[in-house]
């Protein structure tokens, strides 16, 4: 779909990287982590990823106060997560 605006970007980066490295010099955790972009990224990055597994693992252990069936409950749970993990999966094929 977006494919060729994808390779140029990424292409663009490569050139990017070269232009900014200097001869025998490699670009380290510490170079990256002094742009305040790529600090506040990667901090909004942990806040997401930490409060995204905290739900979903939450979701399991109130399966049983849900009303209902607790095998239906889990049958359900289980197909949607299969979706999920599904459509994860297609997303990821597209870009990249």
């Known amino acids: 779909m977006f494919t060729k605006e994808i390779e ?38 942990i806040v997401m990823a930490v409060a995204c597994s905290f739900s979903y693992y939450l979701i399991n252990f109130y399966i049983k106060y849900l009303p209902g069936d607790i095998f239906t409950n889990q049958i359900v749970n289980s197909v949607s997560e299969s979706f999920a993990n599904g459509g994860a999966f297609l997303v990821l094929k597209c870009f990249s």
């Open 8 to 45: 140029a970007f990424k292409l663009d980066a490569l050139k990017s990287n070269r232009d900014d490295k200097e001869e025998g010099e490699s670009l380290g955790i510490n170079q990256f982590l002094t742009d305040p972009l790529n600090r506040s990224n990667g901090l909004i990055f």
